[in-house]
Nanobody, 120 residues
């Protein structure tokens, strides 16, 4: 059963913007989960980009602070990553992750990823 589905990736020029979305399936009550976006570039380890807690607290990797913004809409079961001022080094596959902190449901869930390409 597919539980997290990312979308919104694509190709953009440097300085451009993209908004990624991550939609959770019906068996995941988003309010139980801390949500994060990770990315993995070819030949590199997966790294945390941004996270948002169940109560809305956020944190960001230093390299994206001031450019990226994470948000959530529990009613829509959706987490967003607004990415502005994109750089070549932001190119990667972006993954959504859900970590359950209360209630019931799967504990640690990953999406299949969405590709972000930054090129001129």
């Amino acid at each position: 059963q597919v539980q997290l589905v990312e979308s919104g990736g694509g190709s953009v020029q440097p300085g451009g913007s993209l908004t990624l979305s991550c939609v959770a399936s019906s068996n995941i009550f988003l309010s139980f989960y801390d949500m994060s976006w990770y990315r993995q570039a070819p030949g590199k380890q997966r790294e945390l980009v941004a996270a948002i807690s169940r109560v809305g607290g956020t944190n960001y990797a230093e390299v994206v602070k001031g450019r990226f913004s994470i948000s959530r809409d529990n009613a829509k079961k959706t987490v967003y990553l607004q990415m502005n001022s994109l750089k070549f080094e932001d190119a990667a596959v972006y993954y959504c992750n859900a970590q359950r902190r209360s209630g019931v449901g799967p504990n640690d869930v990953w999406g299949q990823g969405t590709q972000v390409t930054v090129s001129s």
